[in-house]
């Protein structure tokens, strides 16, 4: 058995994953958890990291499977190949993207809404804020209160610390 790469057709991932499992494949689609602003609220959802790529396991001897219903497959475009050889992945690859993938499923945010904390330099260091969420993939949204009104700024989560 080897990896191999499968093209998919665009934000088709998860159905091209579910229907080549149904035909009994053994594929693997890395996801990172990003949070998103939905509606007015913040959803944890799920991204491929590679967008349109995923892996498939297949067997390159005589007695394989046909890779045929593999391009027919309702969201894959087809396998990826170099010439008329299909790409091979080194399964050490595979297996630490596995292993990257269990850990970032289990990695707790560093912060949760309502959280207090403190910048570490600057102009509002030492004083009390309170966590709203995450700004993107390097920032945060915090409360402060100026003037007697709570305002909210963005600041690097870089600068954070759970106050003491």
């Known amino acids: 058995m080897h990896w191999f ?5 665009p934000r088709q991932e998860t159905r091209a994953l579910s229907n080549l499992e149904l035909q009994g494949y053994n594929c693997f689609l890395p996801t990172i958890s990003k949070k998103k602003v939905l509606k007015s609220s913040v959803e944890i959802i799920q991204e491929p990291l590679f967008p349109r790529y995923m892996f498939i396991s ?3 001897s005589m007695q394989g499977r046909s890779w045929s219903p593999i391009r027919s497959t309702f969201g894959v475009s087809k396998l990826v190949t170099f010439g008329t050889d299909p790409l091979r992945v080194d399964p050490e690859l595979i297996e630490s993207l596995q292993t990257c993938h269990e850990i970032l499923q289990k990695a707790p945010s560093p912060y949760r809404p309502g959280d207090l904390v403190q910048m570490k330099d600057g102009a509002f260091a030492g004083l009390d804020l ?3 969420m995450d700004d993107g ?10 003037l007697h009104k709570p305002t909210k700024i963005s600041v690097s989560l870089t600068d954070l610390r759970r106050s003491a």
């Open 130 to 132: 309170i966590y709203q």
């Open 5 to 9: 790469v499968v093209h998919t057709k």
């Open 58 to 60: 297949l067997d390159v």
């Open 137 to 146: 993939e390097s920032r945060a949204l915090v409360m402060i209160e100026l």
